[in-house]
């Protein structure tokens, strides 16, 4: 058979002294270079040689996970080139996102990924959170891995939070103003942790500082850290989650009492069972190439929207900061715009208390939620209470949001938005 | 020496040395946090002056209520009693607008009274009343760093 001219070019050049040296093993031919492949490459040894047939099916993950990794790659890659530009000055960072949209080649269309990226993750982290819950997912011996996903998803809207607050616009300004006074309203350190976020009294320079090293480098930073975490935890909870299978269910002998007239290897030891108990390799398949071709075209199709996204609408820059006149209506970012609509009962009990026994009880979940079953299957049947119980708050928080959104006009004064709003006749 | 007794004992050298081990740890630990945390809260501010001079007390009409654009507040005269209120909406910090006798807030929908009193929405205390008194050369003088009570006037 005759293989396509890129192809033989990249088995010739791996056969070379130089390409062998960077590359070990060529283009797979047999299972055991495919495995070779998955074992002896950097970014491919992070997951597993063989995944279950299970794990490959795009209808029970959806891939959102996946899909909040690369957004937050294209995150990391744009905004670094983002900050070849910035400086986060009162006086300046304005004019630059002027320069970044009119000025630099490429830079409305950087500017306008990074921006859309970041909506879609915040997105996108939600969707998978409601995947792994209507999955059943974050049961034994998956309960950290959810933890440390509610972490990932504040996380996810601190980057948010701290990065519309660079381009010093007016969103930018009275985002911030808003924002940090709710945390004012914390019990006992709200105060000092308002002043400590502002660096001062007023949004001011100071606290342009502080929320730009948040963005680039604290955040950022922390988020690498749990989603690599995060992904090897999902490894070694021994793969994506699956239904119970009559050999899962495997007995560890404890150390003392394993029979002595065999020997053992250290993984053995360390995991109680050889590596093989518990798999059925009818069920499983190579990694390559089933699940990195999968994770190469999502990561294409993932690029692409955002690419598409961004060359056909502009993220928004409302004018610049005033610190005196906040716009009317002061409208946050689509997701915080539930959280807009609490404060607007009450900042204290919207805006410290519901939000903070919401992630409580997330971060509490998997450990009150126990009973192990309905695993590994979308809206089981025997979690119908659970999941009935996670519907209704979703509800709520998407009724919320779309209140806030849409029925809320100047001096948030409730309006339909089928009807012209009123126009605003207040001022000074 | 007989670390691996088969009952486990600690011995009392055993003992202190875990306890120090552990003390040292948990202080080194405290102590770089705390300072990390202390390192943040800065000493110094440059924010601009919480004391301005408004002008001349002639320069408001009698009856007028005159925001004040770069100082966030609005001076109240009435006859030739002057006051200072603020313009700082008590529930997240937004800018209060005038509207009809009293003031509206744009973020979430306060409405104050002419006294600064909360008459609807998510404030939860009234407008600040800042001190005014009179410079010694006839100029309004305002304390945004000392509020006082809706009852205190500046008499000319
Ligand atoms: C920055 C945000 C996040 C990233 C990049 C991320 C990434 C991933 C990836 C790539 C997987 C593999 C399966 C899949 O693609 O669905 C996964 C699984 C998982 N994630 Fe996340 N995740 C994030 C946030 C969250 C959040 C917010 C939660 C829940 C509160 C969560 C809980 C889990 C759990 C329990 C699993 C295992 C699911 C299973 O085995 O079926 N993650 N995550
Ligand atoms: S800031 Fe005035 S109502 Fe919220």
Known sequence: ?428 | MNDSAPDKVTSRRGFFQLAFGWLAAIFAATASAAGAVRFLVPNVLFEPDQRFKAGKPDDYLDGAVTFLDDERVFIVRKGNTFRCLSAICTHLGCTVNRAGQGFHCPCHGSVFDDQGVVKSGPAPRPLDWFSVSLSKDNRLLVDKGRRVTDDKYLVI
Request: proline share 6%; glycine share 8%; with cysteine.
């Open chain 1, 1 to 428: 058979m005759n293989a396509p001219a890129p192809k033989r070019l990249w088995q010739r050049f791996t056969r070379t002294r130089v390409g062998r040296s960077i590359f070990r093993v060529g283009l797979p031919e047999s299972n055991l270079e495919r495995s070779q492949a998955m074992v002896s490459s950097f970014l491919l040894h992070v997951q597993p040689a063989k995944v279950h047939r299970h794990a490959l099916r795009a209808s029970y993950s959806l891939g959102l996970g996946l899909i909040s990794l690369y957004l937050f790659c294209i995150l990391c890659g744009t905004g670094v080139l983002l900050m070849f530009y910035y400086v986060p000055s009162t006086d300046k960072a304005y004019d630059i996102m002027k320069d970044l949209q009119f000025v630099v080649s490429a830079g409305l269309v950087i500017r306008n990924m990074h921006r859309w990226a970041a909506h879609l993750m915040v997105l996108f982290v939600m969707l998978h959170m409601c995947r792994v819950f209507y999955t059943g997912a974050y049961k034994n011996p998956r309960e950290f891995n959810w933890v440390l996903g509610v972490g990932l998803l504040l996380v996810t809207l601190g980057l948010s939070f701290t990065g519309y607050l660079l381009p010093w616009d007016q969103l930018a300004f009275w985002a911030i103003t808003v924002g940090t006074s709710i945390a004012g309203y914390a019990p006992v350190v709200g105060e000092k942790l308002k002043y400590l976020m502002l660096g001062g009294h007023i949004v001011g320079q100071d606290s342009l500082t502080r929320f730009y090293a948040l963005h680039v480098i604290v955040l950022p930073a922390i988020a690498v850290l749990m989603i690599s975490v995060h992904l090897f935890r999902v490894r070694k909870d021994g793969g994506l989650s699956r239904p119970d299978e009559p050999g899962d269910v495997v007995e560890q002998i404890p150390l003392g009492q394993l029979p002595a007239n065999k020997s053992y290897g250290l993984m053995e030891l360390a995991r109680g069972t050889t590596p093989q108990v518990g798999k059925n390799p009818e069920d499983e398949v190579f990694s390559w190439p089933h699940l990195v071709f999968r994770e190469l075209l999502l990561f294409l199709l993932v690029t692409a929207v955002v690419l598409f996204l961004a060359i056909f609408w502009n993220a928004p820059l409302e004018e610049i900061a005033n610190a005196v006149h906040p716009p009317n209506p002061a409208k946050a970012p689509w997701y915080f715009l539930g959280l807009q609509e609490l404060v607007s009962y009450s900042a204290f009990w919207g805006g410290v208390v519901v939000p903070g026994l919401l992630v409580t009880a997330l971060a509490l979940l998997p450990y009150i939620d126990r009973k192990r079953h309905g695993v590994g299957r979308w809206f089981a049947r025997e979690r119908v209470v659970a999941n009935t119980i996670f519907s209704v708050c979703v509800a709520i928080a998407v009724i919320f949001t779309v209140i806030g959104s849409l029925f809320r006009g100047p001096n948030w004064s409730w309006v339909e938005p089928w009807k012209n709003p009123p126009a605003v006749t207040e001022g000074h």
